[in-house]
């Protein structure tokens, strides 16, 4: 499975900004998908997922304002954030894990990446 990030850059607070991850290869129809970001010099940190039958799952910090959705058509998906804080500023990267009923939160539970996309959010 190969996962290519696009979208992120530079936003203002207050801001909006949308992260898109296409999966490629064999997906199989069961899957998924979440995003993930590490700040400089912190840990990486769970963000938001969904899994193949539309459930969601998000962090507190950007609960209410970032919205996940896929497409099992074209095999993306995507992170749609809003109300940007300084604090979203991070590499997002998109994960995919091959058993497609729980969310998990854990990043070792996620077998496959993305590249990582920088989101920076200025004031």
């Known amino acids: 499975v190969q996962l290519q990030a696009s979208g992120g850059g530079s936003a203002q607070a207050g801001g909006s900004l949308r992260l898109s991850c296409a999966a490629s290869g064999r997906t199989g129809s069961s899957y998924n998908m979440g995003w993930f970001r590490q700040a400089p010099g912190k840990e990486r940190e769970f963000v938001a997922a969904?899994?193949?039958?539309?459930?969601?799952s998000y962090s507190d910090s950007v609960k209410g304002r970032f919205a996940i959705a896929r497409d099992n058509a074209k095999n993306t998906v995507n992170l749609q954030m809003s109300a940007l804080k300084l604090e979203d500023t991070a590499i997002y990267y998109c994960?995919?894990?091959?058993?497609?009923?729980?969310?998990?939160?854990?990043?070792?539970?996620?077998?496959?990446w993305g590249q990582g996309t920088q989101v920076t959010v200025s004031s």
């Open positions: 969904i899994s193949s039958n539309g459930g969601t």
């Open positions: 994960a995919f894990d091959r058993q497609g009923r729980v969310i998990s939160r854990d990043s070792g539970q996620y077998r496959y």
